[in-house]
């Protein structure tokens, strides 16, 4: 079982930055996908971005050049830069590893709002 902790989340003022970080408890394959997902109240759970390597990358049309998604290995560690914040964004971010681990990060709230 590996265990993910996020870091990171708080309240910001539109336009404002902040980043995410997420610590898997053990080693991942560099080939695990590792991704951020985030749910506002009183909507689904949806998908920010997702990273296996720098060449494999996916984000949202609502945050595409917003927010940048990386990872290092050897810290077992994914990111997640959130720059321009909007209300919108508003959300649990949540973090996500994928097979074989299946595993989600107990979440982190961000606020933005003035």
């Known amino acids: 079982q590996v265990q993910l902790v996020e870091s990171g989340g708080g309240l910001v003022q539109p336009g404002g930055s902040l980043r995410l970080s997420c610590a898997a408890s053990?080693?991942?394959?560099?080939?695990?996908?590792m991704g951020w997902y985030r749910q506002a109240p009183g909507k689904q759970r949806e998908l920010v971005a997702t990273?296996?390597?720098?060449?494999?990358?996916t984000y949202a049309d609502s945050v595409k050049g917003r927010f940048t998604i990386s990872r290092d290995n050897a810290k077992n560690t994914v990111y997640l830069q959130m720059n321009s914040l909007k209300p919108e964004d508003t959300a649990v971010y949540y973090c996500?590893?994928?097979?074989?681990?299946?595993?989600w990060g107990q979440g982190t709230q961000v606020t933005v709002s003035s």
């Open positions: 996500n590893v994928g097979a074989p681990f299946r595993s």
């Open positions: 053990k080693s991942i394959f560099s080939s695990t996908v």
């Open positions: 990273i296996v390597n720098i060449g494999s990358i």
